[in-house]
């Protein structure tokens, strides 16, 4: 699951070179430089950054909340900065070098509404606000947004209580089905999730007990049956690797924690299982990667593991804000090929409908290369940053507000990444036979 700031432009602007990135903070505070109250209208943020710390509020028709997370959570967007030259101040701000970048325009100051306490009607039409103005899967999703209002209203005319407010927001939350769309509630002190958007799948398996026999059946069918007791179960059991009959195969089941003591971002762990792996994998006649069980996790990560397949730097997807009716900044990301031990050679990238997130941020990056061809179902299509919005007394809400767009112009979230050879991956005899089936019909 990712979680993002966003990006806003007023002003649209190239991505900003890493050399020109600076610190905003030294051991004392921020800067005088970044100091000051800065607006992003794409996602409805406002970061008043003082010397002693920042304050993040979220806007939306006029409404105003603060953000409701620790102070660390609130600055991780505000790591460094790039002034943008231009008759409006503005700036970008990244959590990293070389980061994606969000920009900002300066603002004149904090609102008095952002100190105000708002009504259920008020928190209502603030997550209504925000959904119409940023939610990316409207139109990929069929879902006409003022009709499924209009239904909402009818059922809920009057929203004066918790219990009306819950009713009221779970019903449209159930119809965006979106994995990164959920609804966070407090109501007489118990605490409510909804969350949607499974994966049909993981649906016919069953419950949480019964997906847990699944997933053991998963990981014994890999390593006694299609790695034949000869495959690796590494990376805080996070991936799979092995050779057989002179194919490889690697197959990751999240994109970071591969060291439990760890953050689960880094991947220094990760890249030593890749050099032992892809080093076994010299002389292959090819290699499969399968991501058709992976849940997500970090881009970053999913770019570290694409770049041990790239020959060469290659444009393989671009990244923008959804905002209605307005053009946005676009970032194109390319990847550098690693400097460790890489494989260039025939690659099987196997996806399905449980692939989602970062995972399926990896198979946008694979099939940028010419030597990739992915097989399988098509992806979950919520590969947005999953981007958190306070709702007051102890709630929240999160949406899908980015979209991901393949180098040929292709717009995924909501509909899923379609593979070039749709293929049953856990039909039949489930998925280690039908893998194994697979690799032993690539044929020298």
């Not at 100091?35 to 105003?64: F, K, M, N, Q």
């Not at 076994?280 to 996790?297: K, L």
Request: proline share 6%; with cysteine.
């Amino acid at each position: 699951m990712r979680v993002a700031l966003g990006l806003a432009c007023l002003i649209c602007v190239p991505v900003i070179a890493e050399a020109q990135e600076r610190p905003t903070r030294d051991a004392a505070g921020y800067l005088a430089d970044v100091t000051g109250v800065w607006r992003s209208p794409d996602y409805g943020l406002l970061a008043e950054i003082r010397r002693d710390g920042l304050s993040l509020y979220h806007e939306a028709g006029g409404l105003c909340l603060p953000d409701a997370r620790d102070a660390e959570a609130q600055a991780e967007g505000f790591a460094v900065w790039s002034p943008i030259e231009g008759p409006v101040a503005a700036a970008v701000f990244a959590e990293a070098p070389g980061g994606t970048p969000y920009l900002f325009e300066g603002a004149t100051g904090v609102p008095g509404a952002c100190h105000q306490k708002l009504t259920p009607a008020q928190r209502f039409d603030f997550a209504v606000t925000t959904l119409r103005q940023h939610y990316a899967g409207f139109a990929a999703r069929h879902i006409d947004p003022e009709a499924l209002l209009a239904e909402v209203r009818q059922s809920y005319p009057v929203i004066d209580t918790d219990d009306a407010l819950w009713g009221a927001l779970s019903r449209i939350f159930i119809r965006l089905n979106d994995p990164h769309s959920e609804l966070h509630g407090v109501i007489g002190g118990v605490e409510s999730e909804l969350a949607a958007g499974e994966a049909p799948t993981l649906t016919a398996v069953g419950d949480a007990a019964a997906q847990k026999t699944w997933l053991a059946a998963y990981r014994d069918g890999i390593l006694s049956g299609l790695l034949r007791g000869q495959g690796h179960h590494v990376g805080n059991n996070r991936l799979f690797w092995g050779v057989r009959d002179g194919v490889g195969y690697l197959n990751i089941v999240t994109m970071g924690a591969f060291d439990a003591k760890a953050d689960p971002s880094d991947t220094q762990a990760l890249e030593a299982i890749l050099d032992e792996a892809l080093t076994a994998f010299q002389g292959a006649r090819a290699v499969v990667v399968d991501v058709s069980n992976n849940r997500g996790g970090y881009d970053s990560v999913s770019r570290t593991i694409a770049a041990r397949f790239y020959d060469q730097p290659r444009l393989a997807y671009q990244k923008r804000p959804w905002r209605e009716g307005h053009t946005t900044t676009t970032t194109s990301v390319v990847i550098q090929p690693s400097s460790r031990v890489r494989y260039t050679g025939p690659v099987y990238v196997v996806t399905s409908d449980i692939t989602v997130s970062a995972g399926e941020i990896f198979a946008l990056a694979m099939r940028a290369l010419p030597q990739v061809r992915l097989v399988g179902g098509t992806t979950r299509g919520a590969l947005s940053d999953q981007i958190e919005k306070p709702l007051g007394e102890g709630w929240r809400f999160s949406l899908s507000g980015e979209l991901y767009t393949t180098p040929q112009g292709e717009v995924p979230e909501g509909r899923g990444i379609v593979p070039d050879t749709p293929w049953p991956v856990f039909e039949g005899r489930g998925h280690a036979a039908n893998l194994a089936v697979f690799i032993d019909g690539l044929k020298p």
